[in-house]
């Protein structure tokens, strides 16, 4: 019983860590919070909705997912983002409430507010190791992380638009300088940030079998908490934070009830921004301001 | 006056209230997307008082306002380690805390809600809305506004010529909270029923846009950002289904165009009046 809630937590979790992943990408680089991610996250969802229903095999839900919402964060950062680079953190922030705002609405006219669900499970079968039962699809969500958190990892740690997306992190007037495009940094950030909400949205979308436009406000805004409990300064602090915040909700849920999981995730986000603001994995210096 | 008219005015004279809350706080640099939390303690509260202990409105609303004051001074204390973005997390975090609270609390009816409160016209709400913003007005032109001023521009700065920062921070949050319970005592009347629904992330965003519509650094700019988030909408009914859409694209054109919101300093000591 305890094991299978750990396997349960750890899908939630993976799903988690991609949200997470995807704020502190442009909290990490930029210093903003994009509060359209919640979208973004229940935009890639429908994406990958629509190419299940149209019977097309599944990767293909996958990438449809990630461009359609890389997509969309291209958009808001050259409308949402550009005219208030200069401006004080919170006006980004609402400019991107403001795209929230307008992404669920245009999710609620397409597809309805009723949750669309799909007929039959995908990947319905499920395996039994011992005492525990997992399914075929949250090995998928689980494996799709892995591989996605690893593209990542390589893409920032090993390539040049990777060094080029830590240097404007660093500093972006010096980045410049050095001949760094921090436009097109930016926008890749976004855009970067965006697939893999997108990713995230089609998973849990495959993993529920169902799919709403409140999703984004129930699930893409707690991975804010998660966000925050890794280290908005440490991208990679998504990594530990994601399972386990995911594997704290599920537990609370099977021995707590499942109305007071908010509280618990909340309340955790709050001490460890009280407590240890740079976050589990962040650095010894408490410094607000340094960033990845 | 039709039902209909009176529904919207009263929507709007909670929502100044709401968003004067936000503006407090503003007022000395701190963002809260929490204050829908502070409306629900106070809804929950004052409902409590005039239900269960039988006491009349007034002083249910006061009660509750001095409570969620005094729970404003406890968040307001930690928060100080806080600042901008980080800050603006912690008290979403708060609200959704508050409200999770609420779905728990079955002896205020869980997520069934709560109901039984005597209703409120929507005269009773308008005199306490113009009440707590001529007070903020009022403030605005006494010594401790310029201190609020001062914290928000350089808090370094205020602290250096003796301002206690601390002091003026904790103190808004606690009358921005204390604000919003006014807000929620009088939705909760308003309304003779809530649920933990109400007092969500939308709705402390609401308060927010509110402030940012209207202006966020004169009080007034919680009214006239009142009225527009509510009046709006009903004027953009012809976009049907298309209006919330239409109405975060006037959002992103507005902090465009005007980011300090419709009225300003230099917009109000221009005009006539």
Same mark, same amino acid.
């Given at each position: 019983m305890l094991i299978q809630q750990i396997v349960n937590g750890l899908t939630l979790g993976a799903v988690y860590t991609l949200i997470a992943l995807?704020?502190? /990408?442009?909290? !990490?680089?930029? @210093?903003?919070?994009?509060? %359209?991610?919640?979208?973004?996250f229940m935009l890639g969802g429908y994406f990958g909705f629509a190419v299940v229903l149209a019977q097309l095999?599944?990767?293909?839900? /996958?990438?449809? !997912?990630?461009? @359609?919402?890389?997509?969309? %964060?291209?958009?808001?950062?050259?409308?949402?983002?550009?005219?208030?680079?200069?401006?004080?953190?919170?006006?980004?922030?609402?400019?991107?409430?403001?795209f929230s705002i307008i992404l669920q609405n245009i999710a609620t006219n397409i597809w309805g507010s009723d949750p669309l669900q799909l007929t039959e499970e995908v990947f319905a079968e499920r395996f039994n190791i011992g005492p525990v039962s997992i399914s075929a699809i949250q090995l998928t969500v689980l494996g799709v992380t892995v591989v996605l958190v690893a593209l990542l990892a390589f893409l920032v740690q090993r390539t040049s638009i990777g060094r080029a997306l830590r240097a404007v992190a660093e500093n972006r007037d010096v980045a410049r300088l050095l001949g760094v495009s921090a436009g097109s940094i930016t926008l890749i950030a976004f855009?970067?940030?965006?697939?893999?909400?997108?990713a995230a949205g089609v998973l849990i979308g495959l993993h529920y079998a169902a799919i709403t436009p409140y999703i984004g406000v129930e699930i893409g805004l707690k991975a804010i908490a998660v966000m925050v409990v890794g280290g908005t300064t440490r991208i990679w602090g998504a990594l530990i934070a994601g399972p386990l915040m995911g594997v704290v909700e599920v537990m609370t849920v099977a021995y707590g009830g499942s109305q007071i999981r908010d509280f618990v995730v909340y309340g955790f986000m709050i001490l460890i921004l009280l407590l240890r603001p740079q976050g589990l994995l962040g650095g010894s210096h408490r410094n607000q301001d340094q960033r990845v | 006056m039709s039902m209909y008219y009176a529904g919207i005015l009263a929507d709007v004279g909670i929502l100044v209230l709401g968003a004067l809350s936000v503006y407090i706080i503003?007022?000395?640099?701190?963002?809260?997307?929490?204050?829908?939390?502070?409306?629900?303690?106070?809804?929950?509260?004052?409902?409590?008082?005039?239900?269960?202990?039988?006491?009349?409105?007034?002083?249910?609303?006061?009660?509750?306002?001095?409570?969620?004051?005094?729970?404003?001074?406890?968040?307001?204390?930690?928060?100080?380690?806080?600042?901008?973005?980080?800050?603006?997390?912690?008290t979403l975090g708060f609200g959704e805390m508050v409200r999770s609270f609420f779905l728990n609390f079955s002896a205020m009816g869980g997520p069934e809600g709560f109901h039984g409160m005597q209703h409120v016209s929507t005269g009773t709400i308008w005199i306490w809305a113009i009440l707590v913003l001529v007070l903020v007005m009022v403030l605005e032109t006494s010594q401790i506004w310029l201190e609020i001023r001062a914290v928000r521009?350089?808090?370094?700065?205020?602290?250096?010529?003796?301002?206690?920062?601390?002091?003026?921070?904790?103190?808004?949050?606690?009358?921005?909270?204390?604000?919003?319970?006014?807000?929620?005592?009088?939705?909760?009347?308003?309304?003779?029923?809530?649920?933990p629904g109400n007092f969500s992330f939308e709705r402390s965003i609401d308060f927010v846009l509110a402030v940012i519509l209207g202006g966020s650094t004169v009080a007034p700019g919680a009214l006239v950002g009142a009225v527009i988030l509510v009046v709006l909408p009903e004027y953009l009914?012809?976009?049907?289904?298309?209006?919330?859409?239409?109405?975060?694209?006037?959002?992103?054109?507005?902090?465009?165009?005007?980011?300090?919101?419709?009225?300003?300093?230099?917009?109000?000591?221009?005009?006539?009046?």
């Open positions: 995807s704020y502190s /990408l442009v909290m !990490g680089i930029l @210093g903003v919070l994009n509060l %359209a991610i919640a979208e973004l095999p599944l990767p293909l839900a /996958l990438i449809a !997912g990630m461009a @359609g919402s890389a997509l969309v %964060a291209a958009i808001i950062e050259r409308i949402g983002y550009q005219p208030f680079r200069t401006a004080p953190v919170v006006t980004p922030m609402l400019s991107t409430l403001g855009m970067l940030s965006g697939s893999l909400a997108g | 503003l007022s000395t640099g701190q963002l809260s997307l929490g204050n829908a939390g502070f409306m629900g303690i106070g809804a929950y509260l004052t409902s409590w008082l005039t239900v269960k202990a039988a006491l009349p409105l007034t002083p249910s609303l006061l009660i509750a306002a001095l409570v969620s004051g005094v729970i404003g001074v406890v968040v307001g204390f930690p928060a100080l380690r806080l600042k901008g973005i980080y800050l603006a997390m912690a521009d350089d808090e370094t700065a205020a602290g250096l010529v003796g301002l206690n920062a601390t002091r003026i921070k904790v103190g808004a949050f606690g009358f921005g909270a204390a604000v919003a319970a006014i807000a929620g005592g009088l939705f909760a009347h308003h309304h003779v029923y809530i649920e009914r012809f976009l049907a289904d298309w209006r919330f859409a239409a109405f975060g694209a006037l959002l992103i054109g507005m902090l465009v165009v005007r980011r300090q919101g419709l009225l300003d300093r230099a917009l109000l000591r221009s005009s006539p009046a």
